[in-house]
C-alpha cells in the first residue's frame, strides 16, 4: 500500500505541476483576451467556443475514456486502439462538424443571439482537432504514460498564449483572431501527439476492430451519458445566463467560472490519475483503502484554497483583468461553495468509472443538472450572474451528497471515513515526503 501511495502521489504530483502550468497559460490567455476585447468581447468569444465544446461533449460518446478502461484492463492492444480511435475522431469529428453547420444556419438566432455567424462557422473547426487530441491522449493516459499525457496538455495552451502574443504584436487582435490561434494550437499540438504516440507504440494499421469498436462503444456510451450531463452541469449556466440576461453578462460570469474552476487542479489531477489506477486494480483491500484516502484529503486541501481564495478574489480580479470585472467578485466568492464539494465528487465518479460502473454516475448528474437548470431560470431573471452561481453551487453540492451515499454503500466505507481527515493521514504524509525525497 506504501508503494502504491507513493507511486500514485508522484503521478499525482507530475499531474499537478502540468496542471499548474496550465493554469498560468490559461490565466495569460484568458487576461490577454479579456483585456484586448474588454468585459463585451469575452462573452462573445466565450459563446462562440461554446457551440463546438458542447458538439465535442456531446460526439465523442466516451471512446477517450472507454480506452483507459481497456488499457487499464488489458483486454484491448494499444497498437489495436491507437488505429481504431485515429479512425473514429476523424468520423466522429466530421459528423459533429455538419451537426454544427445546421445548428448555426437554423438555430443560431435563438440560441445564440448577438453572436455573428462568422464565429460560429470559425469555431467549428475545433472540433475535429479536439477529438484526435482527445481520443489519443486518453490512450497515453491508460498506459499510464504520464510524463507524455501531461506534456501534450501544457503544450496546446502554450502554443495558444504565444500565438495571441504575436498575433497581438503584429495583427489587431479580435475575437476572430483569437478563434484562429486557438485553431492553429490544436493544430501545432496533433503534430507533436501523433510523433509520441507513435514512437511509444510503434507499427499501427488503420483499420476497425470489431471487438474493440463494440467495447468501446459499449462501455464508451456509458460514460458518454455521464459526461453529456456532466458537461451541462458545468456550463449549462453560462448559456442561461445570455438567455436571460446578454453576453456582457457572460463576461462578467464566465471571468468568475473561469478563475473557480483553477482551485479543481489538485482534485483534477488526482481524479486523473484514480481512473486508470481503480481500472486495472486487483486487491480489494487497497481499492476499498485507497480512494477514500484521496478524498478526504483532496476536500480538505481544496477547503484551504477556496477559503484562502474568498478574500483575496477581489484582489485577484482587480490585477489580472482590471476593475472593469468588479461584477465578477460576487458570483466568483459564490461559486467557491461548489468548487469544493465538486472536487470530492470528482474523486468519487472516477472511482465509480474505474470500477465498469459509471451508470450511477449518469443518474446522479442528471438529477443535479435538473436542480442546476431549474435553480438557474428561477434565480438568474430575479438575482442575475449572482442567481446562477447560487443555483451552481447548491446543485454540485447536491451531486457530492448524493454520490457520497451511493459510494458509502458500494465499497463498504463509513461516510465519517470518507470526508474526514483521520490521525493516520499525517503518517501517510511523512511517508509520501520520504519517497517525494527519494525521487
Known amino acids: 500500500m506504501k508503494k502504491q501511495i507513493g507511486k500514485f502521489t508522484i503521478d499525482t504530483s507530475i499531474t499537478f505541476v502540468a496542471r499548474t502550468l496550465q493554469l498560468a497559460f490559461g490565466i495569460g490567455i484568458s487576461?490577454?483576451?479579456?483585456?484586448?476585447?474588454?468585459?463585451?468581447?469575452?462573452?462573445?468569444?466565450?459563446?462562440?467556443?461554446?457551440?463546438?465544446?458542447?458538439?465535442?461533449?456531446?460526439?465523442?460518446?466516451?471512446?477517450?475514456?472507454?480506452?483507459?478502461?481497456?488499457?487499464?484492463?488489458?483486454?484491448?492492444?494499444?497498437?489495436?486502439?491507437?488505429?481504431?480511435?485515429?479512425?473514429?475522431?476523424?468520423?466522429?469529428?466530421?459528423?459533429?462538424f455538419f451537426i454544427g453547420l445546421i445548428i448555426i444556419l437554423f438555430f443560431s438566432d435563438y440560441l445564440f443571439p448577438e453572436i455573428a455567424k462568422t464565429y460560429l462557422f470559425l469555431a467549428?473547426?475545433?472540433?475535429?482537432?479536439?477529438?484526435?487530441?482527445?481520443?489519443?491522449?486518453?490512450?497515453?493516459?491508460?498506459?499510464?504514460?504520464?510524463?507524455?499525457y501531461n506534456f501534450i496538455n501544457i503544450f496546446q495552451p502554450f502554443i495558444f498564449l504565444v500565438l495571441l502574443l504575436i498575433f497581438l504584436l503584429t495583427l489587431k487582435l479580435g475575437v476572430e483572431e483569437v478563434i484562429v490561434a486557438n485553431i492553429l494550437s490544436c493544430f501545432a499540438t496533433i503534430i507533436v501527439l501523433f510523433y509520441l504516440a507513435k514512437r511509444i507504440i510503434g507499427v499501427f494499421h488503420l483499420c476497425f476492430n470489431k471487438s474493440y469498436i463494440k467495447d468501446a462503444f459499449g462501455y464508451g456510451f456509458k460514460l458518454y451519458l455521464g459526461n453529456i450531463i456532466q458537461f451541462l452541469h458545468y456550463r449549462i449556466d453560462i448559456f442561461l445566463v445570455n438567455?436571460?440576461?446578454?453576453?456582457?453578462?457572460?463576461?462578467?460570469?464566465s471571468i468568475a467560472v473561469v478563475l473557480v474552476e483553477k482551485i479543481w487542479l489538485i482534485s483534477q489531477s488526482a481524479g486523473i490519475m484514480l481512473f486508470p489506477k481503480v481500472s486495472s486494480e486487483t486487491n480489494k483491500k487497497n481499492l476499498k483503502e485507497f480512494t477514500p484516502l484521496v478524498c478526504r484529503n483532496i476536500l480538505l486541501v481544496t477547503l484551504i484554497g477556496a477559503i484562502l481564495l474568498f478574500f483575496i478574489g477581489r484582489l485577484l480580479i482587480v490585477f489580472f483583468y482590471s476593475e472593469k470585472f468588479l461584477n465578477s467578485i460576487l458570483p466568483f466568492q459564490i461559486l467557491l461553495?461548489?468548487?469544493?464539494?465538486?472536487?470530492?465528487?470528482?474523486?468519487?465518479?472516477?472511482?465509480?468509472?474505474?470500477?465498469?460502473?459509471?451508470?450511477?454516475?449518469?443518474?446522479?448528474?442528471?438529477?443535479?443538472?435538473?436542480?442546476?437548470?431549474?435553480?438557474?431560470?428561477?434565480?438568474?431573471?430575479?438575482?442575475?450572474?449572482?442567481?446562477?452561481?447560487?443555483?451552481?453551487?447548491?446543485?454540485?453540492?447536491?451531486?457530492?451528497?448524493?454520490?457520497?451515499?451511493i459510494y458509502s454503500k458500494i465499497s463498504k466505507n463509513?461516510?465519517?471515513?470518507?470526508?474526514?481527515?483521520?490521525?493516520?493521514d499525517f503518517q501517510v504524509y511523512?511517508?509520501?515526503?520520504?519517497i517525494v525525497r527519494s525521487k
Open 124 to 148: 467549428l473547426f475545433l472540433i475535429p482537432l479536439q477529438f484526435f487530441l482527445s481520443f489519443i491522449n486518453y490512450l497515453l493516459l491508460g498506459m499510464q504514460r504520464i510524463k507524455e
Open 430 to 434: 511523512s511517508n509520501i515526503l520520504s
Open 243 to 253: 438567455i436571460f440576461l446578454n453576453p456582457l453578462a457572460v463576461g462578467f460570469y
Open 31 to 96: 487576461v490577454i483576451i479579456a483585456r484586448i476585447l474588454g468585459p463585451q468581447g469575452k462573452g462573445i468569444y466565450s459563446l462562440a467556443i461554446l457551440l463546438p465544446v458542447f458538439l465535442i461533449s456531446f460526439g465523442n460518446v466516451g471512446i477517450g475514456q472507454a480506452s483507459v478502461f481497456y488499457v487499464g484492463k488489458r483486454i484491448h492492444l494499444p497498437k489495436e486502439i491507437f488505429g481504431n480511435n485515429i479512425i473514429l475522431s476523424f468520423l466522429l469529428g466530421i459528423f459533429s
Open 337 to 405: 461553495i461548489g468548487a469544493v464539494t465538486m472536487s470530492g465528487w470528482r474523486i468519487l465518479a472516477n472511482d465509480l468509472y474505474g470500477r465498469g460502473r459509471p451508470e450511477l454516475n449518469i443518474y446522479i448528474s442528471f438529477m443535479s443538472v435538473v436542480l442546476n437548470i431549474i435553480l438557474n431560470i428561477l434565480w438568474i431573471p430575479k438575482f442575475g450572474i449572482a442567481g446562477a452561481a447560487w443555483a451552481t453551487s447548491v446543485s454540485y453540492t447536491f451531486a457530492f451528497i448524493l454520490i457520497l451515499f
Open 414 to 424: 463509513s461516510i465519517r471515513n470518507i470526508i474526514f481527515i483521520k490521525a493516520s
